[in-house]
């Protein structure tokens, strides 16, 4: 029997194709399926002619209508050039219907939804349940036009009909799940469309609404360039704000995008660009405002006093910051010890603003570095937020409990704080959230800790270490008559005449 290769359609029993043939043919030949590779199926199509018709230069047109599954034998080549194989005829051998009707309810029902989703001809689904052969209907699977082709003749090369139908379903199922994923898609692209669509509209009656009503949503972007015009930004950052702001001057005032926005310029608005404050370098002011705010702590005191010393003179003699040296000074001591309010005293000597950030348990990196704005209900990170609040671009600014940061998969802190620590690097630190550079070396960055054996190396490297060993029994007694008392005192509301405490009852305490 000739056989006839065919590289695209799969053909079936009982279902007719027209092929072009160079070659003369009988009643019946054998179509066999080929792949890119040139590479035959185990089994083929024994297909009836049921038409011929001669073409130009001696080609035919032939009407194949198939008939049975043929298994090819060896093939040999005829006198004519062409492939003559001995072929097998299998017949189905359809197995009892009760194997075969569930499976067969199963199939109908896939391919019933199938014809829905791809919009088909409701007579596709009428042949389906038309045809009662458990066989000839697992291979209507043939017949879909999202089957590949090596799925089709997996179809095919399966004779026993049970598995040709369970296999049917497997890739019908397959079929119409990846239809119902492009159906959500497209629904939902079709959704967001409408939406669009919709709040373009209710924008443009709003805008007619606000005209009507002189209310403007060009006043917020004035309002906007107003308040551009009393801050003393940079002008990398200012050409940030114009870039934004002319986006929001596109889109109107309304939706979310708009929202992000102008929380993003507020934002921008509220670090306190070329605000500082001037230090007191009075080293006798400040020896004296740490002698009044505590007692005792000799030696600490000392060691404050000739860093603040240090720093004076740099500054007389303009001499730049070195990155290489150990500029943040770190109190390390037990829990109660007074670490920081001696941080918060240092900031009153030099007079510049306080800020105390709380680091324990700090395990995300982006509480430092930010949120990108990508994320819903991002923020800038503490060290902005920090600023924002001190209102100067130099507070002093107290790192608490830095030896309890953590890391996990949110990032290391550690790592941003040793950008923020360095001198080298902390002039150009870069927020996520603003994704602007900040110039943080005017900052006075001060950290305290109750052990240093938790603190990163690099970042212990960074700091000098002045250390608490807590109160003698007298300096105890002095700064709970001259500080303690007093404050506890005015935070319960009562007067000096009201209530007092002796010396005694204190050193019992």
């Keep these: ?11 079936f029993p009982d279902m007719t ?3 072009t043939l160079d070659a003369e043919v ?13 590479v035959y199926a185990k089994i083929g199509t024994i297909a009836e002619v049921t038409e011929l018709a001669r073409l130009p230069r001696g080609a035919r047109a032939a009407v194949l209508t198939g008939d049975v599954r043929g298994i090819p034998g060896v093939a040999r080549t005829g006198s004519d050039g062409h492939l003559y194989v001995p072929v097998e005829r299998h017949e189905d051998a359809n197995p009892p219907r009760a194997k075969t009707v569930d499976l067969e309810r199963e199939y109908r029902a896939i391919v019933e939804e199938i014809i829905e989703l791809r919009n088909i001809d409701s007579r596709v689904n009428d042949f389906v349940r038309s045809i009662s052969d458990a066989g000839a209907l697992a291979d209507t699977a043939g017949y879909s036009p999202d089957l590949t082709h090596d799925q089709k003749v997996r179809i095919l090369e399966e004779l026993d009909v049970i598995a040709r139908l369970e296999l049917a379903i497997e890739l019908q199922r397959e079929n119409l799940a990846e239809l119902q994923v492009r159906r959500r ?14 709040e373009y509209f209710l924008r443009r009656q709003l805008d007619s609404i606000r005209k009507e009503l002189g209310d403007d949503e060009e006043s917020v972007v004035e309002d906007y360039r107003a308040q551009l015009a009393e801050v003393d930004m940079p002008e990398k950052v200012k050409e940030q704000f114009e870039r934004e702001l002319g986006r929001l001057d596109r889109m109107g005032d309304g939706g979310m995008e708009a929202q992000t926005i102008r929380s993003y310029l507020d934002w921008l608005l509220a670090v306190p660009w070329g605000k500082v404050t001037v230090d007191e370098l009075d080293m006798a002011h400040a020896q004296q405002v740490l002698d009044d705010e505590h007692t005792g702590l000799d030696d600490v005191k000392e060691r404050i006093i000739e860093h603040l010393a240090v720093r004076k003179l740099r500054i007389e003699r303009e001499i730049a910051a070195d990155p290489r040296a150990g500029a943040i000074l770190t109190l390390i001591g037990p829990p109660g010890t007074g670490k920081t309010s001696i941080g918060e005293s240092i900031a009153h000597a030099l007079g510049r603003k306080f800020v105390r950030m709380s680091l324990g348990g700090m395990r995300d990196e982006a ?4 949120h990108r704005r990508t994320y819903v209900g991002a923020l800038p990170g503490r060290l902005v937020r920090a600023l924002r609040d001190a209102e100067t671009m130099n507070p002093v600014i107290l790192l608490d409990e830095v030896d309890k940061v953590g890391a996990d998969w949110r990032g290391d802190p550690s ?5 923020v620590l360095d001198p080298a690097q902390n002039h150009s630190f870069r927020d996520h959230y603003l994704d602007i550079e900040l110039d943080l070396s005017g900052v006075i960055f001060i950290a305290t800790a109750n052990t240093a054996e938790t603190i990163p190396g690099p970042l212990l490297d960074r700091m000098e270490v002045i250390a608490f060993d807590g109160y003698t029994l007298e300096e105890k007694v002095a700064n709970g008559r001259d500080h303690l008392w007093s404050r506890q005192r005015d935070r319960a509301g ?11 009852a204190v050193r019992t305490m």
Excluded: C, F, W
């Design 1 to 11: 029997m000739l056989l006839v290769p065919v590289d695209e359609t799969i053909v």
């Design 17 to 19: 194709v027209t092929l």
């Design 26 to 38: 009988g009643d019946h030949v054998l179509l066999v399926p080929r792949d890119d590779a040139g």
């Design 185 to 198: 898609v497209r629904d939902d692209i079709q959704s967001d469309s409408q939406k669009q669509q919709r």
């Design 367 to 370: 509480e430092i570095r930010g």
């Design 415 to 419: 790592s941003a704080l040793l950008e």
């Design 494 to 504: 009562l007067t000096e005449e009201e209530v007092t405490l002796s010396e005694d």
